[in-house]
Structure formats: C-alpha cells, structure tokens
C-alpha cells in the first residue's frame, strides 16, 4: 500500500556534468526540488552517507566533484501516485538514455492479452494542474500542450538558475545560520553567545594583565634577594679578612 503523498506537482529532473565531454546522466523523480538537491549533495560528498559509495555519486567524485554538476528539472506531472511518477521517470530513464541510476526507476511488466475482455471507463473528473505556471485543466491533453509552451519552458528555466545559484551562508557565534544578511544582524544584537563570548576575552586579557603583574613581582623579589645575597657574601669576606 502507498503512501499517502500529494503527487499532483511531480517533478522529473535530471543529473549531468556541466564539462559536456561527460556524457554519464542520471534521472530522478521527486515533489520537493530543493529538499532533493540538498540529499544528493549530502549523500555525494559526507563519507558518512549510507548512498556515498554508489555509481553516482562516484561517478560525480570523478568528475570535478559536486560543483561540476548541474541539477536540473526535465518536466512537470500531475501524477495520482508513487507509482505513475515512477513510470514518469522510466520514460525519461529511457528517452535520455541515462546511465548512473542504480536500478531502473521501475521495471515494466509484460502486459498479458486476455481475449473477449471488455474493459469499461470510468468517468473521472481528474484535474491536471502546473503549480509554477497557475494553470489547472481536466484534459490531459491540454495539459501536455502547456507543458512545452516556451512560458512554461521560462519558468523551469529560471527555477533551474535559482537551485544552482550558490547562496552565502550567516553564521553566529552560537552556531544558528542564516540565509539573508538581515535576518543574521538581527540575531547578533540579540545574542547572548556573543555577550557570552566578549565577556570571556575580556577576562582573558584581564587575566593575563595580573600573570604579568605577579611575573613582573617576582622577578622583582628574585633580584632583590640576589642583590641581598651578594652584599652578605662580601660582608663576611671582609669580616674573615679582619680576623686572620
């Protein structure tokens, strides 16, 4: 039984090497663009990932490392289920001729003819609809047809350049990180791992200010009990020079 996953907005995306001499492809399929790319990036360069040693990702280490690959989305369904994406992502398995998934998204089964079997249609009032573009309709057909209009193509294009864009990175103190430099300056008036972090260096240099103050002392001490300890000495030569 499957889940019970929303696969109204399933996105097919494909895996190349941004050097056009590496013609090795990989196909997936997957509802959260985002979320997908950042697993794949994990997975191919944390030693520690269960995925890290497979053909992929071995592959992309290989060939210029992660950032010599590009991520990028094929096409858009509305499919009802796991199963229909993963026949989605079969078709493009084949039409592109990819060669570093693992296993075969989904491995049709013959289709059995059965003779005198008459199949009757449902009516369905099943709704085909594109997230990006706003656009809902209930042929299928018409559905296609929007797919590879060139303001659809814009769009996947644009997303495309957005998820490759490589974003800078906020980092505090205190470990939050965050995306936009607004929200990280606000953080840091507020931040007591900061207060936390100054009042320690100014402890530290207090600290060392009095280390060197009881140096300085004792340095002091040592050379007045030197100087004390020569004028005894030179006292008692003379005293023993009076006695002879």
């Known amino acids: 039984m499957e889940d019970k996953v ?9 895996i190349s ?17 985002v979320q997908r790319q950042l697993a794949h990036k994990y997975s191919c360069t944390n030693d520690k990932s269960s995925n890290h040693s497979c053909k992929l990702y071995q592959t992309i280490r290989q060939n210029g490392g992660w950032n010599n690959w590009t991520m990028n989305i094929v096409n858009f369904f509305n499919c009802a289920s796991k199963t229909e994406a993963r026949e989605k992502e079969q078709e493009y398995y084949k039409s592109l001729g990819a060669n570093l998934n693992s296993v075969e998204p989904l491995s049709i089964k013959p289709k059995i003819k059965c003779k005198n079997k008459i199949v009757m249609k449902e009516p369905t009032s099943q709704k085909y609809t594109c997230n990006i573009c706003k656009y809902s309709t209930s042929r299928k057909s018409q559905y296609d047809r929007h797919l590879s209009t060139s303001k659809h193509k814009s769009k996947i294009t644009l997303l495309n350049n957005i ?8 980092k505090c103190v205190c470990g939050k990180i965050y995306r936009y430099d607004s929200g990280y300056y606000r953080h840091k008036r507020t931040c007591n791992k900061k207060n936390v ?5 100014v402890n530290l240099v207090s600290m060392y200010n009095e280390l060197k103050q009881v140096m300085c002392d004792i340095l002091k001490n ?4 030197k100087t004390e300890s020569s004028n005894d000495t030179e006292k008692n030569a003379i005293f023993n020079n009076d006695n002879i």
Request: proline share 0%; with cysteine.
């Open 6 to 14: 929303d696969y109204s907005n399933t996105i097919i995306y494909k």
């Open 17 to 33: 090497c941004k050097d056009t001499s590496v013609t090795d492809l990989y196909v997936g399929h997957t509802i959260n663009f």
């Open 163 to 170: 998820s490759n864009t490589k974003t800078k990175e906020y």
């Open 197 to 201: 972090c100054e009042n320690k260096e």
């Open 222 to 225: 040592v050379k007045q009990i």
